[in-house]
Structures are given as structure tokens and as C-alpha cells.
């Protein structure tokens, strides 16, 4: 019998998603490459006993679904570009999640909407990290208030129960504007300038 695999990490354009098999890897990390919704299942399949998962998600689909739980994984570092359908259907899927850092783009969730995906999906869920960036197009979103989406990180379900604190930074012109919303404190390793 060989060796037992149980970390793995690929950092280039190179990840080999449709050869990739291991029932002994725990640890898998994903940089610089973006999957899609189907390699993502198919990921999952090949290593039944992942715990840990660092991935980058590109997929506007929001039609695509898990079948069933991933119980396995423990600890999710997430990079997510367009598709909050389907970030949200994956969260929900991972019961079992202690560790989860999300950094999205063009996904807009408030305090509230996470608040209700943790308390309903992620019981076991002990850090929650999270850096969102967006445009809000202002010819489409004439009621955007920024003021709303940081009061609804101020509950007691943020500050008492999560002891999680969060910061917003904006810039807005006449057309829209851009947000950067991270909680604190800062964990990530690049920072995004806003000027």
C-alpha cells in the first residue's frame, strides 16, 4: 500500500479537476484557478473525505443545485464571483462547517440575510470571516441605504452571540457606488483601495 495523501495544494491555471481522485486527501487548496459549478460537484465526489477547502468559484448559474450534504468538510475558504444562489445553496450544504471565510464579489447579503443562513444551516459554525466587495448601479437601486446594511451588523446577534465586528468603506459617484464590507479584524492578505 502507498503513501497516504493528505494535503494537496496547487497554486497555477494547471489544477487537474477532471483526473483528480483521492479518498485519503484532507487538505485541498486551490489558488489561481476558478472552478465552476460542475467541476465544484465533481471535486467533491473525487475526494469523499475532505476536510479542509480553500477554492475560487466563478459561475453565474443559479439554476444548479447539491443533491445531498457534504458532511466531511469542516473548514471552507471561499472565493466567490456572481452567484449568491449558489454560494448560499453550498453554505447550506456543509452542516458541519466550524471554519468559514468567504470573499465574494458582486454578491450583496446583509447582515440580516447571513445571520439567517448561519442560525438555520451552520449550527456548528465557530469563526465566520468575510470580505464582500460590489457595485451598487444607482439606475437600478434608487433606495440603496448604506446606513441599513451596517446597523444590520450591529444586532446582538453580531456583536453579542458572533463577537463579530464589521466595517464598511464606500465610494460613490453619480452612477454607483462601491462597497467593501470585511469584518474585523482584518484577516485577508491584500487590502482593496478604494481611490
Given amino acids: 500500500m502507498g503513501p497516504r495523501l493528505a494535503t494537496s495544494s496547487f497554486s497555477n491555471d494547471r489544477f487537474p479537476i477532471a483526473r483528480y481522485r483521492s479518498k485519503?486527501?484532507?487538505?485541498?487548496?486551490?489558488?489561481?484557478?476558478?472552478?465552476?459549478?460542475t467541476e465544484l460537484i465533481r471535486l467533491f465526489r473525487s475526494t469523499p473525505n475532505l476536510c479542509y477547502l480553500n477554492v475560487c468559484i466563478d459561475d453565474s448559474s443559479n439554476d444548479k443545485l447539491f443533491s445531498s450534504p457534504i458532511f466531511s468538510v469542516l473548514s471552507?475558504?471561499?472565493?466567490?464571483?456572481?452567484?449568491?444562489?449558489?454560494?448560499?445553496?453550498?453554505?447550506?450544504?456543509?452542516?458541519?462547517?466550524?471554519?468559514l471565510t468567504i470573499i465574494s464579489e458582486h454578491i450583496n447579503l446583509d447582515g440580516y440575510q447571513w445571520a439567517e443562513i448561519m442560525v438555520g444551516y451552520l449550527s456548528q459554525?465557530?469563526?465566520?470571516?468575510?470580505?464582500?466587495?460590489?457595485?451598487?448601479?444607482?439606475?437600478?437601486?434608487?433606495?440603496?441605504?448604506?446606513?441599513?446594511?451596517?446597523?444590520?451588523?450591529?444586532?446582538?446577534?453580531w456583536l453579542i452571540k458572533q463577537k463579530t465586528f464589521v466595517r464598511i468603506q464606500w465610494n460613490t459617484?453619480?452612477?454607483?457606488?462601491?462597497?467593501?464590507?470585511?469584518?474585523?479584524?482584518?484577516?485577508f492578505d491584500f487590502f482593496c483601495s478604494l481611490l
Fill in 24 to 37: 485519503s486527501n484532507e487538505y485541498l487548496s486551490i489558488k489561481h484557478v476558478k472552478l465552476n459549478f
Fill in 173 to 187: 459617484n453619480d452612477e454607483n457606488t462601491y462597497l467593501f464590507v470585511y469584518t474585523l479584524p482584518y484577516y
Fill in 76 to 99: 471552507l475558504k471561499l472565493h466567490i464571483i456572481r452567484s449568491d444562489t449558489m454560494m448560499k445553496n453550498l453554505i447550506k450544504n456543509l452542516p458541519n462547517l466550524i471554519h
Fill in 125 to 157: 459554525l465557530k469563526q465566520f470571516r468575510f470580505q464582500m466587495h460590489y457595485y451598487i448601479d444607482h439606475s437600478n437601486d434608487e433606495h440603496f441605504d448604506i446606513d441599513r446594511i451596517l446597523l444590520s451588523y450591529q444586532t446582538p446577534f
